[in-house]
């Protein structure tokens, strides 16, 4: 039912199942789609007869500000994040299921932006939108589940690190976390750091490759390199030795840390939202193309060392840390 009172343009004039619609129109079908939109619930195919499944939340001023970012780059994001924890697993993203939190007043333009987003994220992996739900909110609140299929493969998971392993990273570091503090102090430019904050670009390849190069665990780095190297280290029950000497640390970064007077390293260890891919290998395996040694897997109570010391920066992003 369409809302009284709203203005025109809006999704509260516009209605919910009138906003469906307009959402729904966005996402185009796969293989892995049996049924998609307009029923009760979607059917997707598993061949593999296990599910691979995650789910993130993005809310508005804790994630994204609609002042930084357009819709589309939130779309993005939002599909971006969960596809990353998809390719993690050593799993091809199939499909995705989005909750959608809107006040009446924001404009339809904006929530259709955000749809051709997500759909555009989808499109670079071969996944799609099957579903989600609608609701009305505060502010905007975007909840995505994404489901994967390990193809015969088993999981790539952070508990299988071995002593002796070469600890490997995919993708890029400090880029996002430069974007924040760009964006923070009122600047837009350099803008391929801004859009780094805006939309990560998740090495998407490199988790099937690192699956079949014989990867030993694997995880997106969402919260910051040590943080997550942590998750790895805890759950293997090894120590996780980080060379930084072997971390890239690329220009606009490091000019970016010069402009504030930073040390542009604590960017590349401890800020989040890249999604580069943290994996272990044998010392046997020849790496994937993207891949490049940054440490190693050493015995020890779960623990780990940046130049074969405990870290004394910010290790990472806590939602509840105060």
């Avoid at 599910?51 to 971006?80: C, I, M, N, Q």
């Avoid at 799609?128 to 994404?146: K, L, Q």
């Avoid at 952070?158 to 070469?166: E, I, L, N, W, Y």
């Amino acid at each position: 039912m369409s809302g009284r009172g709203e203005a025109p343009g809006s999704v509260g004039a516009l209605g919910e199942f009138g906003l469906v619609a307009a959402v729904v129109a966005r996402f185009a079908t796969t293989a892995d789609v049996l049924l998609g939109p307009g029923d009760d619930a979607a059917v997707v195919a598993a061949p593999d007869g296990r599910v691979v499944a995650t789910t993130d939340l993005l809310v508005e001023g804790r994630h994204f500000r609609r002042d930084w970012s357009s819709a589309h780059d939130v779309g993005r994001k939002a599909a971006a994040q969960n596809l990353a924890d998809i390719i993690a697993m050593g799993a091809r993203p199939t499909v995705l299921l989005v909750g959608l939190g809107v006040p009446p007043d924001l404009p339809v333009d904006w929530a259709t932006g955000l749809a051709d987003g997500l759909a555009a994220e989808c499109a670079l992996v071969g996944a799609t939108v099957v579903g989600g739900d609608v609701v009305r909110s505060d502010s905007v609140v975007v909840s995505v589940t994404a489901l994967g299929d390990l193809e015969g493969r088993a999981p790539v998971t952070r508990s299988g690190a071995q002593v002796g392993d070469v600890v490997a990273l995919a993708g890029r570091l400090g880029w996002a976390a430069a974007g924040l503090a760009v964006l923070g102090r009122g600047f837009r430019s350099p803008r391929m750091l801004a859009d780094a904050h805006r939309v990560p670009q998740p090495p998407y390849a490199a988790g099937l490759a690192a699956a079949l190069a014989g990867a030993t665990s694997m995880l997106d780095v969402s919260d910051g390199l040590v943080q997550d190297a942590g998750h790895l280290a805890d759950a293997s029950g090894v120590v996780i030795v980080l060379d930084t000497s072997a971390l890239s640390i690329d220009s606009p970064v490091a000019e970016a840390a010069s402009a504030f007077n930073l040390d542009p390293l604590g960017w590349v260890l401890g800020g989040g939202d890249d999604h580069a891919l943290l994996a272990t290998f044998p010392p046997s395996a020849a790496l994937p193309p993207g891949f490049t040694v940054i440490g190693e897997v050493r015995a020890g109570d779960p623990a780990v060392l940046v130049d074969g010391a405990p870290y004394a920066g910010s290790a990472g992003h806590d939602h509840f840390a105060s």
